[in-house]
C-alpha cells in the first residue's frame, strides 16, 4: 500500500465520513481513494473550487456533525491558512493532511521536503496552538491519521498530518488493523437540556461539549471573538479568557499528544533527533555507526507540534552530540531542539533543500566527522 | 390574519443593533425571518451561515444554528453543511464584498453546483464595514473612500452572474420593496437548488454621502426611483432601461441540485 492511500485508509477506519479538497501533487492520491471509496460508504467526497472552499467545507461539515478531513500540499496549505484558523477560534474537530513539497512556491513540485514545519506552527495570523503529527512509514500513515482524528476529536481542534513526500509515496506492507483494534475517539456531545447548551462552556478537561447542527442543540459559532454561548464579544476580559482557554486546552493534555519513538537511545552518546523519512536515513545511519563503535540512537518525532522539548532534553543533556537531519535549509526542527537543550550542546545539522533524500550517508559524514 | 413578525428568531435584549440609521441591513433581516416564519422554520433545522462586514454581523441578532466565517468564503462553509446534511435549511447572508468580491470564485461555483442554498447578498454598492471602499458592485465613475475621482471599472450584476453560472434562482429586492422581498426570500428559501436574492440596499453613511446623496432617506429613495418590476422592465425600450432596476424574480428554474445528484453517485458506488 502506499503512503497516501494509507492516510486515506486511516482517516476511514477512525469514521471520516466527509471530504473536500483541491488536487495537488504530491497529496492526489488521498482524494482519489476518498472518491473512490466515500460515497461507498454513504460518506461524501466534494471536489471545491480552491483549497480555501475545501477547508471551509470541511469545517463546515465536521459542525453538521461529520468527521471531516482534506489534504493538500504547500501552495495550498498556504491558501488554507486563514480558515484553519476558524477551526482553532471555532474548536471545531477536522484533519488537515499536508503532503510536504519542495518550495519556495512552487518550487519543485513532485519533489520531497520538510519546510512547512514552521508554517504549520505559525502560519495562520492570531495568537494559537496546533497539533501536528508526521509519520514515517506507511504504516505510520494509517495509524497516525486515526491518532490525528482522535486528537481533533478529544480536544476540539484541527490537526495538521504532515508526510513529507517520500513517506506519501512509498509503498509498503502493511495490515491494515481489524475494526475495533486501534481506538477511535468521538467528541464529546452534549447531554443536558438544551437551552442550558453553550458550545464553549469547557468541563473539567478543558474541552467543550460539541453539539451538530440539526439536532435538538442549536448553537453559534464565530470566527469573531466569542463568550461562552459562541455569540460576539469583544470584552477584553472575555478576550484573555479565550485565547488562554485555546492554549492551555492542548498544554494540559501535552503528555497525551506528544508521541516520540526511541531506537537505542538508552545508551546513545549521539542522538539523532528525527522526523517523517529522515527517520528512515537516521536509523540507518545509527546501525551503521554502532557498527563503527560509535554509541548513536534516534528519537523520533512523531508528534512534531507542540515541540516534545521535554524528550529531546531529557536523551539529548545525556548526549555528547545531538544530530537533526532534516530536508529543509533553515534548520526547523535543530532552531528547536536547540531551544530545548540550551546553548552549550554539540548540535548539528544536517540539511538538504533540493528535493533529494538525506541519506544516511549524508548523516555518517557530520556524525563521525571533526566538528 | 396575523401578520408573521420573525420576532420569534430575533436574540432578546440584544437590541439596539449595530447598524446606522437608515441602513438596510435590519430591513433585509427583517424580511427574511418573517420569510422563516411563514414557512415555519426550526430554529434546530436552519444553519445561518454570515461572512464578514456589516452585513455579515446579522447572525448575532438571531437564535437559528450560526456559523459566522471568513470575508468571503461563506458559501464555502455552507457548502460543507448542505452537502452533508442536505435536511438542514441553510442560508448564507453575505454583503457584496463577500458574495461577490474576495468571494466571488465561491458564489459562481455555488451556482454551477446548484446545491441547495439560499445566499442572500445585501448590495449597499461598497465595503459598508470597513469605510465605504469600492467595490465588485460599485457602478462606474461613482465615488468611494478609494475611489476620489470615480470608479475607473466596471461592476458585476449579481442576478446575472448568478444566471450565467447556473443558479436556479435569483431575485433583486430593494429595502424601500419589503413586502415583496420577503416574498422573493420565501421562493428562494424554498426553490430547490442554489437561490440568490440580492437586495440592493442603502448605506447612507458611506455609499450615499460619498454619491450625493447626504440626507438618511435619500439612497433609499434614489433606490424606490429606479426600482421598476422586472416585468415592466422587459417592457422598456433598450434606452431607457440603463438607469433602472429590475427588481422581482429574475430567474427560476429547475435545473437538479447538487444534493440529488450526489444521491445517484452514491447509489451507483454501492451497487458496483
Ligand atoms: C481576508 C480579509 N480581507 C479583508 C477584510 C476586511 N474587511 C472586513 S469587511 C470588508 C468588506 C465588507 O464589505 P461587504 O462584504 O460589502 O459588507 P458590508 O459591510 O458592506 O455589509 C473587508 C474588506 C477581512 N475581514 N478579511
Ligand atoms: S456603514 Fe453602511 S452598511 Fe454599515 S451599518 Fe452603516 S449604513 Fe449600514
Ligand atoms: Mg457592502
Known amino acids: 500500500m502506499q503512503g497516501n492511500h494509507a492516510i486515506a485508509e486511516g482517516a476511514i477506519y477512525a469514521g471520516a465520513r466527509f471530504y473536500a479538497g483541491y488536487p495537488i501533487t504530491p497529496s492526489s492520491e488521498i482524494a482519489e481513494e476518498c472518491s473512490r471509496k466515500l460515497p461507498k460508504l454513504g460518506g461524501v467526497y466534494i471536489q471545491m473550487e480552491d483549497e480555501i472552499a475545501s477547508i471551509a467545507a470541511v469545517i463546515g461539515a465536521s459542525l453538521a456533525g461529520a468527521k471531516s478531513f482534506t489534504a493538500t500540499s504547500g501552495p495550498g496549505f498556504s491558501l488554507m491558512q486563514e480558515n484553519l484558523g476558524l477551526a482553532v477560534m471555532g474548536e471545531v474537530p477536522c484533519v488537515v493532511v499536508d503532503v510536504q513539497r519542495a518550495g519556495p512556491s512552487t518550487g519543485l513540485a513532485t519533489r520531497p521536503a520538510q519546510s512547512d514545519i514552521m508554517q504549520i506552527r505559525w502560519g495562520r495570523h492570531g495568537d494559537q496552538s496546533v497539533i501536528a503529527l508526521c509519520p514515517s512509514s506507511v504504516k505510520e500513515c494509517f495509524t497516525l491519521t486515526v491518532t490525528a482524528f482522535n486528537f481533533a476529536e478529544r480536544y476540539r481542534v484541527p490537526v495538521v498530518l504532515m508526510p513529507d513526500e517520500i513517506v506519501g509515496h512509498m509503498r509498503e506492507n502493511v495490515e491494515v488493523p481489524a475494526p475495533g483494534e486501534l481506538e477511535v475517539v468521538d467528541r464529546k456531545r452534549p447531554a443536558g437540556p438544551p437551552a442550558d447548551y453553550k458550545p464553549f462552556k469547557a468541563d473539567e478537561d478543558g474541552v467543550a461539549p460539541l453539539a451538530a447542527y440539526g439536532g435538538e442543540y442549536v448553537f453559534h459559532v464565530s470566527s469573531s471573538m466569542h463568550g461562552l454561548d459562541g455569540y460576539s464579544n469583544n470584552d477584553p476580559a472575555n478576550a484573555a479568557w479565550r485565547v488562554k482557554q485555546l492554549h492551555e486546552k492542548i498544554d494540559r493534555h501535552r503528555d497525551e499528544i506528544v508521541l516520540t519513538k526511541r531506537f537505542g537511545t538508552d545508551d546513545a552518546d549521539v542522538l539523532l533527533v528525527t522526523l517523517g523519512a529522515t527517520t528512515r536515513s537516521g536509523r540507518a545511519a545509527a546501525i551503521e555507526a554502532r557498527r563503527q563503535g560509535v554509541k548513536a540512537g534516534v528519537l523520533q518525532l512523531q508528534t512534531v507540534w507542540p515541540f516534545p522539548d521535554r524528550e529531546v532534553a531529557e536523551l539529548g543533556r545525556r548526549a555528547k552530540m545531538i544530530v537533526v537531519p532534516e530536508m529543509n535549509y533553515s534548520g526547523q526542527i535543530a532552531g528547536e531542539v536547540r531551544k530545548a537543550v540550551g546553548p552549550d550542546v554539540d548540535l548539528r545539522q544536517v540539511n538538504r533543500y533540493n528535493g533529494t533524500i538525506i541519506t544516511p550517508q549524508d548523516i555518517l559524514a557530520v556524525m563521525l566527522g571533526a566538528k | ?272
Open chain 2, 1 to 272: 390574519m396575523s401578520h408573521a413578525t420573525g420576532t420569534k428568531y430575533l436574540k432578546g435584549g440584544i437590541l439596539p443593533h449595530m447598524w446606522c440609521s437608515g441602513c438596510g441591513i435590519g430591513i433585509m433581516l427583517g424580511a427574511l425571518l418573517r420569510a422563516f416564519e411563514e414557512l415555519d422554520y426550526t430554529t434546530t433545522d436552519t444553519v445561518v451561515v454570515t461572512g464578514i462586514g456589516c452585513t455579515g454581523k446579522a447572525d448575532d441578532y438571531m437564535i437559528t444554528n450560526a456559523l459566522h466565517t471568513t470575508h468571503g468564503r461563506a458559501l464555502a462553509y455552507a457548502t460543507g453543511i448542505k452537502a452533508y446534511n442536505p435536511r438542514l435549511n441553510v442560508v448564507a447572508i453575505m454583503g457584496d464584498g463577500d458574495g461577490v468580491t474576495i468571494g466571488g470564485n465561491h458564489f459562481i461555483h455555488a451556482c454551477r453546483r446548484n446545491i441547495d442554498l439560499t445566499a442572500v447578498i445585501l448590495n449597499n454598492l461598497n465595503f459598508g464595514m470597513t469605510g465605504g471602499q469600492v467595490s465588485g458592485t460599485t457602478p462606474p465613475q461613482r465615488y468611494t473612500s478609494t475611489t476620489a475621482y470615480g470608479n475607473p471599472e466596471r461592476d458585476f450584476d449579481i442576478c446575472a452572474l448568478a444566471e450565467a453560472a447556473g443558479a436556479n434562482y435569483a431575485a433583486r429586492c430593494t429595502p424601500y420593496h419589503g413586502w415583496e422581498m420577503k416574498e422573493n426570500m420565501k421562493e428562494a428559501l424554498t426553490k430547490k437548488g442554489f437561490s440568490v436574492v440580492e437586495v440592493v440596499s442603502p448605506c447612507p453613511t458611506h455609499f450615499g454621502r460619498h454619491n450625493e446623496m447626504k440626507e438618511t432617506p435619500d439612497m433609499l429613495h434614489w433606490l424606490r426611483d429606479r426600482a421598476i418590476s422586472i416585468e415592466d422592465y422587459r417592457r422598456l425600450p433598450e434606452a431607457e432601461r440603463t438607469e433602472r432596476l429590475a427588481i422581482g424574480t429574475l430567474v427560476s428554474r429547475d435545473f437538479p441540485d447538487f444534493n440529488t445528484q450526489y444521491e445517484l453517485v452514491k447509489a451507483r458506488a454501492q451497487k458496483g
